[in-house]
């Protein structure tokens, strides 16, 4: 058989793309953490990809489609690859990524812009700020950005709902990556997006961007189907959204209580494949007769084209309000609500700067394994607060948090008897937290029960497909 026999051969054979595109984005990753051999480990990851999938390049006998593959993977895709960003990485084979070189430099820092992307309900943003930032306030290796997006101020900026950071260290400064949930309901095919980084680790800017986003349109896939529950729960998948490299899914729940959270834990389709859900953007709140509605857009791994129908499982998430009680009294019980579980506290004494509380815990199971009972250890750090009862109606039921110097909400745990739940907390009244003038008279105790509520797990139910676009 000759050359043009054995390529013709080649040619039929069909690439498993995204075998490739793992493979050497495996090989990269494992690469760059060898920072003092990075170019040569580069090579070496692309060398040994192609040792896998048996290509002679001495020979010249390299399929035309892999070749474009390796060409392009530790170039355009090399920034997703170190954040482990795989819809980046399909999205550069797919030349959907739009590169950026854009420069500011305030105050001896340097911030480019890189890249960005917007697939699916997902806009995505990466950058080099040089190592000038190391002469911040910051501890070296930490780089935080105080930054907003478009004209918005502070938290109450919806660009920053979910938005994530991921860093990598490189010789002279630190890639990032900024992923942002897209906050509206309605879709733009090309925006700008204006960014204001005000201060990176306490060095003041500002460094301004105006970062051109695009996408194409996604494809619609209307649902429209409802599940109801007992208590008055309803569930109706609206439609996913699929773009080039991810999916989005848009659905409504009503529930009686505000709070509570249902959610997907997992997506299942006809074929087995499992699609997992990741960040949420609310879209729209209300309350009706009929309940609390809240409409959901939510992450989702890409759809496969093939399937017909697709299996849901839904989890309930009980809201259950904060227990309360002043300490007025040296002993007392709190129940949680809409649960089993209370609080029997023993004894609540002073002793100078340290106030300390003894109690134990009733309607948790006989025996609980050492993970759940390492996971409540540390959550009591944090379930109880201290709150001035003269500043209670201080505390934003929105976004609660004890008053500054009214309020403690850190404690130190002491294990008294594990084998029947019995311990004591600590409170620090002196210190970074305090109340002024404290007394116990004048203190409420708040008690969070919600660390030791169980998502529920409600019935599945199975959509079938439509094939047809909206």
């Known amino acids: 058989m000759d050359n043009k026999e054995i390529l013709d051969s080649i040619e039929k054979i069909p690439v498993p793309k995204e075998k490739v595109f793992d493979a050497i984005s495996k090989g990269i990753n494992r690469d760059m953490k060898k920072e003092n051999r990075k170019r040569k480990n580069v090579l070496a990851g692309v060398i040994t990809t192609a040792a896998i999938l048996g290509i002679t390049f001495a020979s010249g006998l ?13 170039i355009i895709g090399g920034i997703f690859q170190k954040f482990n960003d795989q819809t980046g990485v399909d999205l550069s084979y797919q030349n959907a990524v739009t590169e950026l070189n854009h420069s500011v430099t305030q105050n001896g820092v340097t911030v480019k812009m890189t890249s960005a992307y917007f697939d699916g309900s997902v806009v995505s943003i990466t950058g080099f700020v040089d190592d ?12 935080s950005f105080d930054v907003n997006f478009e ?22 400064g630190y890639y990032f990556q900024w992923k942002m949930n897209y906050p ?21 800017g500002p460094w301004e961007f105006d970062i051109p986003i695009q996408q194409e349109q996604n494809r619609t896939l209307a649902l429209n189907v409802e599940k ?6 309803k569930i109706q998948v609206k439609e996913i959204l699929t773009a080039k490299a991810s999916s989005s899914l848009v659905y409504e729940t009503v529930q009686t209580y505000k709070h509570d959270d249902t959610i997907f834990s997992k997506v299942v389709d006809d074929k087995g494949n499992v699609y997992r859900l ?31 129908s697709l299996t849901f499982y839904p989890h309930l998430s009980l809201a259950v309000p904060k227990a309360e009680q002043l300490l007025d009294k040296k002993s007392f019980t709190l129940q949680g609500e809409r649960i089993n579980v209370g ?23 006989e025996i609980l394994s050492r993970h759940k009972l390492d996971i409540m250890n540390h959550n009591l750090k944090y379930a109880f607060w201290l709150v001035d009862e003269k500043y209670r109606d201080k505390i934003d039921p929105e976004n609660p948090f004890p008053p500054k110097n009214h ?14 739940l019995h311990y004591q907390s600590t409170f620090d009244l002196n210190g970074d937290e305090k109340i002024e003038k404290f007394t116990l008279e004048n203190t409420i105790l708040f008690f969070d029960f919600s660390s030791f509520v169980s998502s529920e797990e409600l019935e599945p139910f199975t959509v079938d497909l439509q094939n047809e676009d909206e």
């Open 184 to 204: 509206y309901i309605s879709f733009k095919e090309e925006f700008t997006l204006p960014i204001t980084i005000h201060h990176i680790n306490g060095i003041k």
């Open 278 to 308: 990741g960040n949420q953007t609310v879209l729209d709140e209300s309350e009706q007769a009929d309940g609390y509605h809240r409409t959901i857009r939510s992450e989702m791994t890409e759809l496969n084209a093939n399937a017909v």
């Open 407 to 420: 309020g403690i909400s850190l404690n130190s745990v002491k294990v008294i008897d594990e084998a029947s």
């Open 228 to 233: 109801e529950y007992p208590d008055d729960i």
């Open 132 to 143: 000038g930032v190391e002469n911040g306030s910051n501890e070296k290796g930490e780089v």
């Open 62 to 74: 390299v399929h035309p489609t892999v070749n474009n593959v390796l060409a392009k993977a530790p």
């Open 151 to 172: 004209s918005n101020k502070g938290d109450d900026d919806p660009w920053l709902n979910g938005k994530s950071t991921d860093l990598n260290k490189v010789e002279n």
């Open 343 to 365: 609080l029997q506290v023993n004894d609540v004494t002073q002793k100078g700067e340290k106030l300390v509380l003894d109690y134990q815990f009733t309607g948790l199971p």
